[in-house]
Each structure stands twice: as C-alpha cells, then as structure tokens.
C-alpha cells in the first residue's frame, strides 16, 4: 500500500514501503542498500573461502608479483602491479567522478551531471576491458610448468634463478605417427585445443641438452621463494613429468596452486559481471539525464541510487585488490 508522506518542505512523495519513512530515505534507496548488503554478505564469503583456501595451501601458493607482470605494448619487461595498480585507480577516479555526479544533481545543473556520469562510463569500461586482457594473459601463460604424475608443479629457472619459458630450451622431435581408432580420433578432435605446443619428452631432452637449467618446485621457503633443486634434483623430478602446462585454466596452473586460478577467474570475473552491469544502468540513467526525464521531475535521486551501486562495485574491489594482488 502506498502512502504519501509530507518532508520538511511540505512535498508530497510517494512511499512505496509503509506509513513509516525509515532513515528519512525513499523507498528506492532503502532497497538499494537492503541489496547492497545483502551482495556483500556474498562477496565475503567467497572471500572468506579464499582466504581459508589459501592459508591451507600457503606453502605452493602463486607469488603475485610472479603472476601480474604484464603492462599494455611492453612486452618482455618485468612490471608487476603496475597494470593493477592502474585498473584500481581509473575504478576509484570514476567513483570520484560519480560523487561529482550526484552533487550536480542535487543542484539540478542537467549539463554537469551529463558530463560526470559520461566520465564514470568511460572509466567502467576501461576498467572492464583491462581486466580482460589481464584475463587473457593470465589464461594463456608466459613461461610454461610441468606437472609431475604426483601434481607437483616443475617450473625452469637458470643458475640465477630466473624464470626461464619452454620455447627457450624446448627441442622439436620428429612426430610419430599413431594408427587411431573411431573412438580414440574423436577424443583427440575435441580435446585438440587444450594440446600443448610441446610434449613431455621434448621438454625432457631440451633440458638435458641446457645443462645451465634447474628445476624450482611451487614450494614456497621461509624467504618466500620458490625452492630451487640442484641440477641432479632437476633431472631425476624431471623424470616424473607427465603434463607439459601452460597458462592457466580451471585444471591446471602453470603459476602454482589449481585452487588459485579457480577463485580467481570466479572472483574477479562476479566483481567484473558488476562492474559491467553498473555500466549498462550507468548508461541507462545517463541518456535519461540528457532526455531531460530527471530535470522535469525535479530529481536526481536516480543518480544517486545508481550511485550506491556504483560505489559499492569500487569497494568490493579495493577488497578484491588487497586479497588477491598485495596480501
């Protein structure tokens, strides 16, 4: 049942939720924060599952400035963060930009708000869209792992301890030919995508023609470092080597432990789906604005519910950052 409730300044509201106006707040906003709090019980726990995940497996857990080295057209150098560090401040200037939105709403300056909320778009999607290609790099690799017939992750190092990737040692071995049955044929039809570019035995015979190479376990030491094996240790782990992995994906992971890469992609891919829902009412509200729809009524407390949500996405994620990339 609808009631109308008389404000401060004797004008009539429409109140969607009772006699009682709880807070002062509309009908709308206080569903938007019953909705906001209800995703971040949400958020926290898929965090709390991290969290418990990784202090389990602590031990072979990814290094993060290992994993988020890449930055946009410098390929082959080392920058890790830095990309990161960008995405969350681009995130975190669109929430100023949203601030700046609603304050011009609420002085009903039409022109301003237009301006404001066309920023915070730009900054969604530039966001988004950096978390793709991080994405993407993440999935396709950069160095390349085997993984031993135990599930032990084998990465290659030098004598210095740098990371060394499989085309770099890898030695090309004439392909023998394997007469197929029906069966056998469509099995290898629907898994030739996720075939690596190099097999076990050639990485084997590339490393025993580098004597330079060792092997470095996912272990992690007190110093949190990779334990690195002596080259005798290299050769016979070697030996157990069953999958040649690169990249990352929700079997394996080239950078340490599987469970990293599953609440990664499940992660920041739910944070991602907000983001681009917020982008979507962003624009939504913002051909609105520029309609005049808000300026006729009066009101721009659709930008400020939109506004909410859009701070809440931005908090989520400093949650996201710290959890994923600092910690």
Known sequence: ??????????????????????????????????????????????????????????????????????????????????????????????????????????????????????????????????????????????????????????????????????????????????????????????DAESTPTYSVAEIQAGFKAHPDLLIRTETLTTAKKKTVLTRAESESRLNDAKYVVEGANLTRNEYGSKLFADFFFFITGFHGFHVFSGIIINIIIFFNVLLGTYEKRRSYEMVEKVGLYWHFVDLVWVFVFTVFYLV
């Open 1 to 190: 049942m609808e009631a109308t409730v008389t404000t401060a300044n004797n004008e009539e509201k429409t109140w969607g939720g009772g006699d009682i106006q709880p807070l002062g707040a509309s009908y709308g906003k206080m569903m938007m924060w019953f909705f906001i709090v209800s995703d971040a019980l949400t958020f926290s726990g898929f965090l709390a599952a991290y969290g418990f995940s990784r202090f389990k497996f602590i031990e072979t857990w990814p290094l993060a400035d290992e994993v988020f080295t890449h930055f946009p057209f410098m390929h082959g150098v080392s920058a890790p963060m830095y990309y990161v560090a960008l995405m969350t401040f681009i995130l975190i200037f669109s929430s100023v930009t949203m601030v700046l939105a609603v304050d011009a709403g609420h002085q009903l300056k039409k022109t301003k708000v237009a301006i404001y909320m066309f920023l915070t778009i730009i900054g969604g999607i530039i966001f988004v869209g950096s978390q793709a290609w991080e994405w993407k790099n993440f999935i396709k690799g950069e160095y390349g792992a085997v993984e031993t017939k135990g599930g032990s992750l084998l990465q290659f190092v030098d004598k210095e301890g740098k990371r060394v990737a499989l085309e770099e040692f890898a030695v090309k071995l004439p392909e023998q030919r394997v007469a197929l049955t029906r069966a056998e044929g469509k099995w290898f039809m629907e």
